[in-house]
């Protein structure tokens, strides 16, 4: 597994409607499934985004739908992380904020 960070405002689509929270984690798990991918950290409102998202997936691809699945906006940006610590990603999430 690879790990990203997608960085996007929402849209009208995805979770975003789903207002109940044990719904909303019901929903990013089905699409995780869908996709092989999983959401291991979320930040809202962080810097200019909605929302900033730690994820796992096997590929770019996954990664993507993945991010799209749950609503993030059409122009979201997958920046992979591999390779990274712990603390150089804790860094790039801190020049965010």
């Known amino acids: 597994m690879l790990t990203y960070i997608a960085l996007s ?3 009208d689509q995805g ?5 109940d929270t ?3 984690a019901e929903a990013v798990k089905e699409a995780g499934k869908k996709f092989g991918a999983k959401m ?3 930040y809202w409102t962080l810097g200019k985004y909605d929302v ?4 796992e997936a096997p590929d770019d691809a996954s990664a993507t739908a993945f991010a799209l ?7 979201v940006r997958t920046q992979t992380l ?7 990603m804790n860094g790039i999430l801190g020049k965010l904020g």
């Open 40 to 42: 291991t950290q979320i």
């Open 69 to 75: 699945a749950i609503g993030m906006a059409g122009n």
């Open 15 to 19: 979770i975003r409607n789903v207002k």
């Open 22 to 24: 044990t719904q909303r």
């Open 52 to 55: 900033v998202a730690i994820i």
């Open 9 to 11: 405002n929402f849209t």
């Open 82 to 88: 591999r390779a990274y610590t712990a603390t150089e």
